[in-house]
Each structure stands twice: as structure tokens, then as C-alpha cells.
């Protein structure tokens, strides 16, 4: 895998919806036509897609801006707008999301797993929709939604049945080549593998036989798990494996005996995921054609170069394998169920002591094309009321004089004005008339 990249950073930009439309009907000896504009399309969404053409994250270390279509904008004669294409970024399998904060938020586990890593701004609405009883001949729309944007960490986690866990210089690579058609870099000094390898191997007879995938993962050292040697990156290729394979050179040039070597190995698994010491293992001396007759050790004994005892070895790989593939497939696993975030409305407190009114529906209301618009501020006011938006800032602790923002409005509360005052074009002085009721009580 030249260039193999397993972390990047990618940032992901939904497309922007289009503007509404204002628009009226104009035709011959039609003297009062009524709205027709038309509404803007959705933004484009941003999907991840796990992908097996795929081998690493090599495409996003410099280039890592992704970003889906704008929607168009609406017409008149009711003619709406074009939705923004999507646009499908297609990752490696095994691919691991997170926000900057560490937060997982998807794991691309399969081929064909898809995740919406930014949603396209919704597109705004055209004035033929604002039509009421009450207002005739509406003169304003919605502007289109912006897509949502954020940056996002992304990891490979190899997907492999076997994992080869050893010390530096313990075989691996070599082993590899001889069980399977991989062709890594082999050579007599520490840390020749600086990036892991996956080869396939098959057992048995055609029709009859079991095919599992061996991941050459780079040679682990005392500390690993705590980021020495670039333990990190390399224990992380271990997580999804489904059997652990632990080397122990027999003839370590350090000295160090086998049973040395499995104790730091284990002791590292164990720092870094507890759960790595459940999964089932087999314990291999590599290098036996080399090794000293006095050399102890686990019983199984392989030797790369000449191919003795590797039969036996890929023979065991192979029904650990099957069993685990035959265990992870029994009923009663756990589907894990990513819901969409609410669209409440939130007030939230800033650090000058003024409030931030949150929650897409909040900012929709405002995002009319004319604000200075009776009618637009008609509809802003009745949208609000509706949302609960004075409601919440009551329970968030707002006084008089306090500062509230609304999206691009900014406006200071009054307990008699509430959020109208936040809206041009309305006179909120001490002269302004108040809403009479209507006759039978109603308001």
C-alpha cells in the first residue's frame, strides 16, 4: 500500500438551499394577479460511504474539502427550484468518524455503510406560500437555509479475521508472504513494516474451502500503548480483529526470551482495550529454522523462510475464524440506532451576558427576504408566538434591557414588546396602538 494513510481530516460543507421567489401573475386581461413564486431547492447532502475500492485516507490529506451541490432558486409561475446533487465521498471500510471533540459519530464497519456527514440547507419558501385570508398579495420570501458545516476526524481501522501482534523484527512480514500473496517489505532490521498489510488466505479444497484476510500489523515495543513507537497508530489496526496472532521471535537478537516477549505484548493489549485479552488467540514461535534446540517456548513453532509448521498454523487460524464469523452472525446482537437531533428551541447564555436564541425553526422564521415588509413582520411575529420563543427566554432568566439575538436580528427585550421588538419597520414606543380584541372573546 504506497502512500497508506490511516487519519485524516476532512471538512464537509452541505449545500446552501435556494432563495424563494417573489413573484406575481402577469397575463393579458388578468389585472389582479396573485403570488407565484416559486420555492428554492434543498441544498445537497454529504454522505460517507464505505467503499471497498478503497485501501486508505490517502485523498484527503491534501485535498480535504468536500462539498455538495446548491439547490437553485425559485421562479415565478410557481416554479421551484432544483435540488442540489449529493455528493458521496466514498471511505475506506473500517473508516471511524469523530467530531473534534473525540465524539464518535459513525463506524463505517461494511461495505455500503453510509452516513450523512452534512446536511444541504433546506430551500426557502416562494411567496405563492405565504397566501392567507389575511394577507393577499404577499411581497416577500424565505431565503435559502445554509448547509451545515463542520470538520471531522476520520480513522482506519483495518478490517481483518487475523491480526499478527509481535515485537519488531519477529517475522510477521514474512509470515505473511508465505501464507498469503502479500508482498510486503522484508528486511533483517526493526521496523521494516511502517505501515500494516493485508493478505488473503485459503484453506482447502475449491467449493469446499474458507478464505480469512491476515493483517501484518507493525511491530509493537514496551510502551506502545502508551503512544511509544507509535503504539497508537499501530494497535488500532488490531481492534477489529477477529483472532490475535502473538510472534514470539525464538531468536530475538536482544535476547529476550518468548515468554519476555508475551508478557509485554499481552500487558500492551491489555493498556490499551481491556476487551483485545477476550478475543481468541494462538501463541507462535517464529524463526525455528534459526533458533537455539535449548530455546523454550510455546509449542507451536513456524519457520517462514523454509514454511514448517505454517500448514498447521493457517489449519487453526482457519477454525478460530469460522467460529467467530459463526458467533458474530447468531441472533440477538445489538442494532445501534443513530437518531436526528431535535429541532427544539434553546436559549442559550453568551459570554457578554446577552442571549442566543437557538433551534433551526427560530431561524427560519427570520430568514425573509424583506423584513421591513408589513407582511413579512406579520408573519415573523405570529411564527415566533407559535414556537415559543418569548416562552424560552422567559425560563432562561431574560429581563428588561437584556440583549437577545435571533439570527442576523439583534434587539433589547422589553417585557410589554417581547420579541416584536426585534423586528424593523415597527413602531414599539409608548404611542403605538395595541391589536384590539375581536368581538366573541377571540383574539
Do not use: C
Amino acid at each position: 500500500m504506497p502512500g497508506f494513510v490511516d487519519e485524516a481530516q476532512v471538512h464537509v460543507k452541505g449545500g446552501d438551499g435556494g432563495a424563494g421567489a417573489v413573484s406575481f401573475r402577469r397575463e393579458a386581461h388578468v389585472s389582479r394577479g396573485g403570488p407565484d413564486g416559486g420555492d428554492g431547492g434543498n441544498g445537497g447532502d454529504v454522505w460517507l460511504v464505505a467503499s471497498p475500492n478503497q485501501a486508505s485516507l490517502l485523498g484527503f490529506r491534501d485535498h480535504p474539502h468536500r462539498r455538495a451541490g446548491d439547490g437553485r432558486h425559485g421562479q415565478g409561475k410557481r416554479r421551484h427550484g432544483a435540488r442540489g446533487p449529493a455528493l458521496d465521498v466514498p471511505v475506506p471500510v473500517g473508516t471511524m468518524v469523530r467530531a473534534p471533540d473525540g465524539t464518535v459519530l459513525a463506524d463505517l464497519a461494511a461495505a455500503g455503510d453510509r452516513w450523512q456527514a452534512a446536511g444541504g440547507g433546506r430551500g426557502g419558501r416562494g411567496n405563492a406560500r405565504f397566501l392567507s385570508n389575511s394577507r393577499r398579495a404577499p411581497a416577500f420570501a424565505e431565503q435559502g437555509e445554509a448547509g451545515e458545516e463542520r470538520w471531522l476526524d476520520i480513522e482506519l481501522k483495518l478490517l481483518a479475521d487475523v491480526a499478527l501482534v509481535g515485537m519488531p523484527n519477529a517475522g510477521k512480514s514474512t509470515l505473511i508472504a508465505r501464507i498469503s500473496a502479500a508482498r510486503p517489505k522484508i528486511a533483517d532490521y526493526p521496523f521494516t513494516t511502517l505501515e500494516p498489510h493485508l493478505g488473503v488466505v485459503t484453506v482447502g479444497r475449491p467449493g469446499d474451502d474458507t478464505e480469512f484476510v491476515v493483517a501484518d500489523v507493525p511491530g509493537l515495543v514496551e510502551g506502545a500503548a502508551d503512544g511509544r513507537g507509535l503504539g497508537h497508530r499501530f494497535l488500532r489496526h488490531t481492534e477489529r480483529a477477529r483472532v490475535l496472532v502473538l510472534l514470539l521471535d525464538l531468536a530475538a537478537t536482544d535476547g529476550r526470551s518468548p515468554q519476555d516477549q508475551e508478557r509485554i505484548l499481552l500487558r500492551e493489549l491489555e493498556r490499551y482495550r481491556p476487551e483485545l485479552l477476550e478475543r481468541p488467540r494462538v501463541v507462535v514461535g517464529s524463526k525455528a529454522d534459526v533458533a537455539p534446540a535449548d530455546t523454550g517456548g510455546p509449542a507451536l513453532r513456524i519457520s517462514g523462510v523454509t514454511g514448517a509448521g505454517t500448514v498447521e498454523l493457517v489449519g487453526r487460524l482457519a477454525g478460530l475464524v469460522t467460529a467467530a464469523r459463526a458467533a458474530e452472525a447468531s441472533p440477538g446482537s445489538m442494532v445501534v440506532v443513530h437518531r436526528p437531533a431535535s429541532d427544539d428551541i434553546e436559549v442559550a447564555r453568551a459570554d457578554d451576558g446577552s442571549f442566543v436564541v437557538l433551534g433551526r425553526p427560530a431561524l427560519r422564521a427570520v430568514a425573509l427576504s424583506d423584513l421591513t415588509d408589513d407582511g413579512a413582520v406579520d408573519y415573523v411575529q405570529h411564527r415566533l408566538r407559535r414556537l415559543g420563543v418569548e416562552r424560552a427566554l422567559v425560563r432562561a432568566g431574560v429581563r428588561d434591557g437584556d440583549v437577545v439575538h435571533l439570527g442576523p436580528l439583534s434587539f433589547t427585550y422589553q417585557r410589554d414588546e417581547g420579541v416584536e421588538a426585534a423586528l424593523p419597520g415597527r413602531d414599539t414606543g409608548p404611542d403605538r396602538p395595541r391589536r384590539r380584541r375581536r368581538e366573541g372573546g377571540g383574539r
